[in-house]
């Protein structure tokens, strides 16, 4: 049985429909665990409408005046996500991944009520396989990627942080050493290891790289676009 426990600010489907024509989207998070909830409450703080989904009254208690609205329901219960009106959203986000059966429910039940678009949390490589027959828009595997994520850092300890491109790509965050510092980006001979420089972070300031004559500044954090064989041959080449 549904059962609305709160609604912060709006109330009704109505009201909901209004919302959503706004320049903002709507998202329904299914799951209100740790990875869930940090999904749902970033996706508010960029202005987003988004309902928050889960059984357990504590995950939805807690997270109550933080969504847009937060309701407790078994969400493998296809009745129950009509009445909430899962159709209506912009992208359902099912993070249930630790229950296999529970998060292939969800999705069966999204697509049946005609979800434009659905991200599912998954916890295997065959859990994958089976989102993906299904047919999930995307399949995120957060606890592999980020780990992922964290060894790149760890081996490279020059790069602080990184984004993923796809076919390969990323645009790493590269910091400037005191020895480094007074040097021309030439010198660092990025081409030699087919990456490119994008710009440097100086400090709050992001400062373009016009030509292999800027001069780099310790602590600068440079932007350079590769994929990580190459940026691992560059770095080796640092030490």
């Known amino acids: 049985m549904l059962a609305l426990l709160y609604c912060v600010p709006f109330c009704s489907l109505t009201v909901l429909g209004a919302v959503m024509a706004t320049p903002s989207k709507s998202f329904a998070v299914i799951g209100l665990g740790v990875f869930g909830s940090s999904v749902a409450e970033e996706l508010v703080r960029f202005g987003n409408y988004v309902l928050g989904v889960d059984q357990d009254e504590k995950r939805v208690t807690r997270l109550a005046s933080r969504l847009s609205e937060a309701v407790i329901t078994d969400a493998t219960d296809q009745q129950a996500l009509s009445d909430l009106g899962i159709g209506k959203y912009d992208v359902v986000v099912v993070t249930v991944g630790e229950d296999l059966e529970a998060s292939i429910l969800c999705l069966m039940n999204a697509r049946a009520l005609g979800a434009k678009e659905i991200w599912v949390k998954a916890n295997s490589r065959t859990h994958h396989r089976i989102l993906a027959k299904l047919g999930a828009d995307r399949i995120v595997h957060p606890e592999e990627e980020y780990g992922q994520h964290i060894a790149q850092m760890l081996h490279n300890p020059l790069v602080k942080d990184y984004v993923k491109l796809g076919n390969g790509f990323h645009v790493f965050n590269i910091e400037v050493s005191s020895r480094s510092d007074g040097k021309k980006l030439s010198a660092f001979e990025l081409e030699k ?19 292999g004559e800027a001069e780099l500044k310790a602590d600068d954090l440079l932007l350079v676009l590769g994929r990580r064989v190459d940026l691992r041959r560059f770095t080796n080449s640092l030490q």
């Not at 420089?197 to 030509?211: E, H, P």
Request: positive net charge; glycine residues 10%.
């Open 193 to 211: 290891f087919e990456l490119r420089a994008l710009g440097v972070m100086r400090g709050s300031k992001y400062v373009t790289l016009t030509d």
